[in-house]
């Protein structure tokens, strides 16, 4: 098999972000600490899964392209090994308690609505389609999740406390948002992705003045997992995916090609 | 009368092909009928889904926008809207789906709003862009909802993700009543 196409890898990296959180989201149902939180969690996660589709649908094509055969939605989701997914390790972190929940989502939104921003007028149109109507869901989500942070950040002693360790524990996962690779920086280039580069900024000043309302501390270490060119992006993940996928994937898995 | 309008809205001709505009005019009828799943008191027309009905080359062509991105129902409409037109006789109409422009609840139209409002659902107000990217103290913005029971304007969010994405849900402080409010998209 040839070398998938850039653009293929590059689409694929927001379908699997959006697909892995959502499954994560997921593992949420019937366990959520309270009814409306429940169905918030899961609706979010429905939005990302819809995103994701999006995505999915638009990589197969990009593939058949390339390749004469593009993989199906199902295929893509169901079929593909650890290694071969694209998304931010962010996206792949354990649930935790409610406060890591937050901090996960709270990160990836902020991300999220800066990076669909730009790719809303992306020189692809279909990647601009996608992130133009993907934004306008993202707008309710980064709603919640900043409320989340200030309420449990300006709550209880503890509260306060676990925000803060959520924050300082998921931050070193936010540096490959913004370190585009080889693949990025040709597609950068040529105006098909956006330039991530630009958006560390915004994303730090607009995480900022939610910390501050919620009277928590923007984390300072400087070290980056996966910043080096080898992260989620590339399909060098946590020991974490492997798990998530054995069980999201196993009806695929051990029944192939089953249907609803 | 509605297929007519939306017709020339559309700039839709009346041409020689196999597909007259009486087809078309049809089309709209059938699909005027298609009650939305999830809230069956509106069709997917009033709600904006149906883009437009044109003729393409010889064959009808539906542009459908879809509401949500995880929308459960979006599967169900593509499979409503062939059978509605089936059982008007148009069975080789091709259904596109059309991303952009995005749909947004300003595409509802007024009569469908009125219902909604009826049927215990707050309508949606005009999707504004949100401008505070960074989402702080949203509770505390957002527009007053009339309770669409007693119409009293002491109402407050519990959750901005309702029953189904599309809906946040409320409560009214003066009915003491829980409802849903479309939300502006």
Known sequence: MNEPSPLFDYVLRFADSDLVLAQRLG???????????????????????????????YAGEVEAQSHGRGRSEDELAFLRDGSAFRNLLLSEQPNGNYADTMARQFYFDQWHMLVLGSLSSSRDPRIAEIAAKARKEVAYHIERSADWVIRLGDGTEESHQKMQAALDYLWTYTGEMFAPDNVELALIETGVAADVRALREPWLANIGRVLDVATLALPTVAWMQGSNGRGGKQGVHSEHLGHMLAEMQFLQRAYPGSQW | MVATMLRRELGVERSANLVDAETIDRAWQALAGVPDPEIPIVSIVELGIVRAIRVEDTSLVIDVTPTYSGCPATETIMNDIRDALAERGIANARIVTRLAPAWTTDRIAPEAKRRLREFGIAPPHV????????????????????CPRCASMRTRPVSQFGSTACKAHYRCDDCLEPFDYFKPL
């Open chain 1, 27 to 57: 593992e949420w149902v019937g366990h959520g600490p309270a009814l409306e939180e429940d169905i918030a969690l899961t609706n979010v996660g429905l939005d990302l899964l819809g995103q994701a589709r999006l995505w999915f649908a």
């Open chain 2, 127 to 146: 999707a504004a862009p949100r401008i505070d990217v960074t989402g702080i103290s949203p509770l505390r913005r957002i527009v007053a909802v009339a």
